[in-house]
C-alpha cells in the first residue's frame, strides 16, 4: 500500500523554467520528509529535506514547501536546467528512529535546452 | 572512502535459483537497507537493520533473507528466485536515530528469466 502519493509520473519544462512535483501522504507518523535525485544507472541521492513543524525550505534553485494541515509537500526547481534532468522521489521517514523511507512513484523530469 | 558498495552489478538468473546481493559500506552506519525499484512503484522496503545482528522485515520481505554478521555487511538472499523478483536493488546506508541522509549504492540490476 502506498502512502506517499507523487505526481506527475513524467514532467518536461523548458530551460529556465519553474519545475513542480508534488506529493501528498497518509500517514501522520512521519517526521521528516527528503527529495531524492536520481540519475540514470546511479543510485538516489539526497537533495532536499524539510520537518513537519517547518512550512518551507530552499536551498540554492531547490525549495520544499511543506502543507502539515493538507499532508502535501512539493518540489519548486527554479530556472530549471538540462543538468536537472533526472528521476526525482518523495520520501517520508516512518517516526521510529529506524531511518525507513516510504518512497513515492518518482518523477522523470526532463529539461529541454 | 568507497561508501556503499554493492556486488554485481548485473544478474541473470534461471527460475528456482538462489543468490546474494553482496552490500559493504565503510561509514560506520548502524543502520542499512535494500529496496528495490521498479517502474511506477518508486523504492519500496525490502528488509533493514538498526545494527549488526538485528534485522526486521519491510514492506516487501517475501522470498528475501539477510543476516548482519558485522556492521560493514548486510547481504540479501534471493531464496527461490521468481520473474517477479526481477528489479533494481538498492543498498542503503545511514546513521540511526536522529533523521539523516540514507546513502545508497549504485544498484544491481536482477533479471529473472
Known amino acids: 500500500q502506498q502512502q506517499v502519493k507523487q505526481s506527475p509520473q513524467s514532467l518536461i519544462v523548458q530551460k529556465g523554467g519553474i519545475s513542480i512535483i508534488n506529493c501528498a501522504y497518509e500517514?501522520?507518523?512521519?517526521?521528516?520528509f527528503p527529495w531524492y535525485q536520481q540519475f540514470p544507472g546511479k543510485g538516489p541521492a539526497l537533495l532536499i529535506a524539510i520537518r513537519p513543524d517547518v512550512s518551507e525550505k530552499k536551498e540554492g534553485r531547490f525549495t520544499i514547501s511543506f502543507n502539515k494541515s493538507a499532508k502535501q509537500f512539493s518540489l519548486h526547481i527554479m530556472d530549471s536546467q538540462p543538468g536537472d534532468s533526472a528521476t526525482y522521489f518523495c520520501a517520508a521517514r516512518v517516526s521510529d528512529g529506524a531511518q525507513k523511507l516510504v518512497f513515492g512513484q518518482g518523477t522523470r523530469l526532463t529539461i529541454n535546452p | 572512502n568507497a561508501g556503499v558498495t554493492q556486488t554485481p552489478k548485473f544478474q541473470v538468473l534461471k527460475t528456482g535459483q538462489s543468490m546474494t546481493l553482496q552490500c559493504a559500506q565503510d561509514?560506520?552506519?548502524?543502520?542499512m537497507s535494500w529496496y528495490r525499484q521498479d517502474p511506477g512503484m518508486g523504492l519500496r522496503l525490502i528488509h533493514y537493520?538498526?545494527?549488526?545482528?538485528?534485522?526486521d522485515q519491510g514492506e516487501v520481505p517475501n522470498g528475501y533473507n539477510v543476516s548482519r554478521s558485522t556492521t560493514e555487511d548486510f547481504p540479501l538472499r534471493l531464496l527461490s528466485a521468481a520473474p517477479s523478483q526481477t528489479s533494481v536493488y538498492f543498498c542503503?546506508?545511514?546513521?540511526?536515530?536522529?533523521?539523516?541522509?540514507?546513502?545508497f549504492g549504485e544498484g544491481s540490476r536482477l533479471t529473472v528469466l
Open positions: 537493520s538498526v545494527g549488526a545482528g538485528i534485522t
Open positions: 500517514n501522520t507518523a512521519f517526521d521528516y
Open positions: 561509514m560506520n552506519h548502524e543502520y
Open positions: 542503503a546506508s545511514s546513521l540511526r536515530g536522529q533523521p539523516s541522509e540514507l546513502f
